[in-house]
């Protein structure tokens, strides 16, 4: 999609975009072969697309973010889905002092999982294998999260989901988002950001291994759930536009959870807290 977009370029915006793609100009090549067609902002294109091919050839996903709104991150995802990873983390709360529990990565083959106490500082080193990182809410949250926690920054290019969505009308939790796309969580259905640190309260105080293994279970069922969300989201938008007929990408088959969760344990944690 990105070599279909001109909205990114200074001066360029949605309306002169669509007005390019009406008029024919539907790629960068097809501007600079008609450098005219953008009238009084020719000059603009033709920069911005000699620039934008720069920057593609470098896979410097980073510019494209910056110069797009987060509504429409999605147009770099196809061009970055190689090098894309989806994250996700667990923590023992929202408030100042809380800690990440667990942290999930997915790039669409490989899932990895770190836990607080045993892996959790390969994390950093494992996630500059990415150029691009796939959250929902990571904006506000996962990724402030992780960058204050390791006390370092996090250079990737960022799509967050939440506002792509937010886009489409389709808003609420991660949870609420994939029920409305038609996203089953099986067994999981039910189980929250809160209930995580409950299972992890119980592996802090029991040492279960099943209290964990439901935890990363939860955990790494978001990961695997982005990227259905993700492919789901871009569709929708393309659909928007007049590309519906040959930019759709086909949905993957469902990765494998490599961990499974207790449905006794989660139903003797729903029965001991009143809270729930």
């Not at 500082?121 to 904006?139: A, E, R, S």
């Not at 291994?209 to 790494?220: G, H, M």
């Not at 519906?244 to 494998?256: G, W």
Request: aromatic letters at 12%.
């Amino acid at each position: 999609m990105l070599i279909n977009t001109f909205s990114h370029i200074p001066g360029i915006g949605p309306s002169t975009e669509k007005k390019l793609w009406n008029d024919g100009i539907r790629t960068w090549a097809d501007a600079l072969q008609k450098p005219g067609a953008a009238g009084k902002k020719a000059f603009a294109v033709q920069k911005g697309i000699h620039t934008s091919m720069d920057h593609l050839e470098k896979k410097d996903a980073k510019f494209f973010e910056d110069l797009l709104p987060a509504s429409q991150h999605f147009r770099f995802f196809p061009e970055f889905r190689g090098s894309c990873a989806f994250l996700d983390i667990e923590t023992t709360g929202l408030s100042i002092g809380s800690t990440i529990t667990t942290i999930a990565l997915y790039d669409g083959s490989t899932i990895r999982y770190y836990v607080q106490g045993k892996n959790l500082g390969n994390f950093i080193k494992d996630i500059q294998q990415y150029q691009v990182l796939v959250t929902y809410n990571g904006k506000t949250f996962d990724l402030p999260f992780i960058q204050e926690y390791f006390n370092c920054r996090l250079p990737h290019a960022h799509i967050d989901l939440r506002y792509i969505l937010k886009s489409l009308g389709i808003g609420g939790g991660l949870k609420k988002c994939e029920k409305t796309l038609g996203i089953d969580r099986g067994e999981l259905d039910g189980v929250d950001g809160y209930f995580a640190v409950l299972l992890w309260k119980e592996y802090q105080k029991t040492k279960n291994p099943k209290a964990l293994d439901t935890l990363l279970a939860y955990n790494i069922e978001d990961v695997i759930n982005l990227e259905t969300l993700m492919i789901k989201a871009y569709n929708l938008k393309i659909k928007e536009t007049c590309f519906s007929d040959t930019h759709v990408i086909r949905e993957s088959p469902k990765a494998l959870n490599p961990l499974r969760a207790d449905a006794h344990l989660i139903k003797q944690l729903k029965a001991l807290y009143s809270e729930w």
